[in-house]
């Protein structure tokens, strides 16, 4: 055999070996070890993208009210003894048992720091009769956005009271039904439906309009 085919004859075997074993696309095989880093690095950032967002969904939150119960008598043998409150420590939430229930005022929750201690309700909930951990796990109302057509914030509301929505007069806009107080009124308590009014020529609508 001419040694020159030899010699031509082991790179090509070699390259049909490593296009045998190797499961990446053969326009690469003629690179080596910097194709099989490049394959490597390649499968670690699919896993990374494929697994993040399932490890992330997976945090716990603990269960809805309705689910409550259920949850108590699996974990705690007994419907007054599950908690599951925000740990400030982890940044999660947490579960545990006990047979006393912790309560503290309107406006405020309580979550875990080694103990449990009171934090004020976050700017877009509130908590308008007192807090218990029995049955609770942060502050138990999500304030109204006021974004209906028409609507426009009147106040922010507090900690214990929910916000407060007026029609935007400077678009024309008035209440449907008027409310108990004529500038502004209560999503929790009223019907704050706005509706477009007519404003005869030369005039302006006011906040009373």
Known sequence: MDPYEMIKGEPRERSRGLEKNNPCPPLFTIMGEHYNMLCFTWFRLLFIIVTTPVLSYSKFECPSRTEWKFRAVSNCNIPEGYHCLFNENTNEFGEFCDT?????????????????????????????FSFSTNGMSSCIFEKTYCREEGQVIHTEGTADSDRQCRCDYTRSYAFIIKPKQSCYCVPSKEDCSCYKKPCPLGFIMTPES
């Open 100 to 128: 006393r229930s912790y309560n503290d005022p309107a406006g405020h929750k309580l979550v875990l720091v080694g103990d449990l201690d009171r934090r004020d309700c976050e700017g877009t909930r509130y908590q308008p």
